[in-house]
């Protein structure tokens, strides 16, 4: 079974601009949520989505949204690019999305720079 | 005070020695999740524990409900085992949404 892809793996973008991530699980996953990781913090939660909807979301400000299609692969959208978004993007898919039973399996992550 | 503190930071062991990590939670769960960070971002997915022990290999994972407490072992240390641990915990507390732990960088010396 493939594990979880994500593209681009690095990405370098100008302030302002803007970026979409992409993600796709693993066959049969419908969960799939995406974390932001910066040096010196831990995970960050950014939005959970399950069969198209988004279930969950974290504390980040609107210009970062999601979606998710029909066959679970989902993208991330940061608008009007921010220094402080220079990080690794995580997406990590699981079959339901239950934090409490689900095991989940991260992607390879995406590098954003941010210049 | 964070939901989920891992302990310690950081630690240095050499080759061999017996390692144990520690992850104390303050909310109700109903899962502990360990997983490992290599250098260069891959999170790999150790364990998943709502009670008891489970085992896998060199590495033993043991979860106290009543004192919210998770410790997470190496036995027989590897250089290979140089990465970053993180512990997480889900459960109805939470929305069912991970919480995170900050980390352990655990090195290895041959």
């Known amino acids: 079974k493939a594990g979880v892809t994500q593209t681009p793996r690095y990405l370098i973008k100008t302030r302002g601009q803007q970026v979409t991530l992409s993600c796709s699980p693993i066959?049969?996953?419908?969960?799939v949520s995406w974390y932001q990781q910066t040096p010196g913090q831990g995970l960050q939660f950014l939005f959970e989505y399950f069969s198209e909807t988004q279930r969950n979301k974290g504390n980040f400000p609107g210009r970062f949204s999601g979606r998710q299609f029909s066959n679970s692969r989902s993208e991330m959208n940061v608008s009007t690019l921010e220094l402080g978004d220079s990080a690794l993007y995580l997406c990590?898919?699981?079959?339901?999305?239950?934090?409490?039973?689900?095991?989940?399996?991260f992607g390879p992550g995406t590098r954003l720079t941010v210049l | 005070k964070n939901e989920v503190e891992q302990s310690p930071q950081n630690l240095t062991a050499q080759e061999g020695e017996f390692i144990t990590i520690n992850c104390s939670y303050s909310?109700?769960?109903?899962?502990l999740h360990w997983l490992q960070q290599h250098p260069g971002g891959g999170i790999v997915s150790l364990f998943m524990?709502?009670?008891?022990?489970k085992k896998h290999g060199r590495l033993i994972a043991t979860i106290n409900i009543q004192e919210k407490h998770s410790s997470l072992h190496i036995t027989a240390s590897h250089p290979r085992d140089s990465a970053v641990y993180i512990c997480?915990?889900?459960?109805?507390?939470?929305?069912?949404?991970?919480?995170w732990g900050a980390g352990t960088k655990l090195i290895i010396k041959p």
């Open positions: 997480a915990v889900g459960g109805w507390s939470s929305n069912y949404q991970l919480i």
């Open positions: 909310v109700g769960i109903s899962a």
């Open positions: 990590a898919s699981s079959l339901e999305g239950a934090g409490d039973t689900d095991t989940q399996y």
């Open positions: 066959s049969g996953h419908r969960s």
């Open positions: 524990l709502s009670s008891g022990k």
